[in-house]
């Protein structure tokens, strides 16, 4: 089982760990900081040094409890302890990014009444798919007005770790289909932008809206009558 360093600390760049179980180039540790991917967020990239050797990490992912992590040659054997540094420039604009998303979906929630359905994001690039009957060409500028507002207003995020029964009781999760989640997950890890949003999410975020910097809607796309893509991207 893979420690989620990611979870508590998004902003760790480096850890160090022990080599856990090997598959090919892949290998698992006891815990890492690099982010495996989902709810949107790409998995990260980086390095794994041991012995004065250094691997590319060119692919992460989760499978059951363990975080594998995929090499560019032959994996170090297991027992060995590595240091490991994630790409965090691109993380960063990742973080900003998926914060972003947050706000983008937190300010329809809360001005507009539509709940958002799915969404993919990039470094400094992201689309959110909303159930948005009434969305106009006209709510362009004031969407990205609105967004914007919430950058400059700063709003801390704070994450948590709950117990199922407790999530199931908040009503801002249970609109985010938290419902959707499989049975045997125990405990549920939540995103909040303080007065804003609040979602489940497995996601690695910026600890203040300031530090996602200007937003701008760059695309807005009917995807059917009531389907609705928003296109946004950061500076
Ligand atoms: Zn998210």
């Known amino acids: 089982m893979t420690e989620a360093l990611y979870h508590t600390d998004a902003y760790l760049k480096e850890f160090d760990a022990v080599v856990t179980a090997i598959d090919g180039n892949k290998v698992a540790l006891d815990r890492t900081a690099f982010y495996p991917g ?49 790409d965090w420039d691109r993380r960063y604009k990742l973080m900003r990014t998926h914060t972003a998303m947050h706000i ?14 799915g969404g993919n994001m990039e470094p400094l690039k992201g689309r959110m798919d909303f159930e948005f009957e009434t969305m106009r060409q006209e709510f362009v500028k004031q969407i990205e007005e609105k967004i914007n507002v919430e950058v400059t207003q700063a709003r801390p995020t704070s994450v948590k770790i709950l117990p199922r029964a407790e999530a199931f009781q908040i009503p801002d999760l249970i ?35 300031s530090e996602v910097g200007r937003i701008r809607v760059v695309d807005y796309k009917s995807k059917g009558k009531i389907n609705k893509r928003i296109e946004v991207a950061l500076d």
Request: with cysteine.
């Open 38 to 86: 989902g709810g949107g967020q790409p998995h990260d990239v980086g390095t794994l040094a041991a012995n004065g050797e250094t691997w590319n990490v060119v692919k992460v992912s989760k499978q059951g409890a363990d975080v594998w992590h995929e090499l560019d040659r032959e994996a170090p054997s297991v027992g060995t302890q590595v240091h490991g540094a994630i």
């Open 175 to 209: 609109r985010t289909k938290i419902n959707l989640l499989p049975a045997g997950i125990t405990e549920i890890r939540t995103i909040e932008i303080v007065g804003l949003d609040l979602q489940a999410d497995g996601g690695t975020h910026v600890a203040n809206t």
């Open 104 to 117: 983008l979906c937190g300010v329809i929630f809360r001005d507009y009444g539509a709940s958002v359905t």
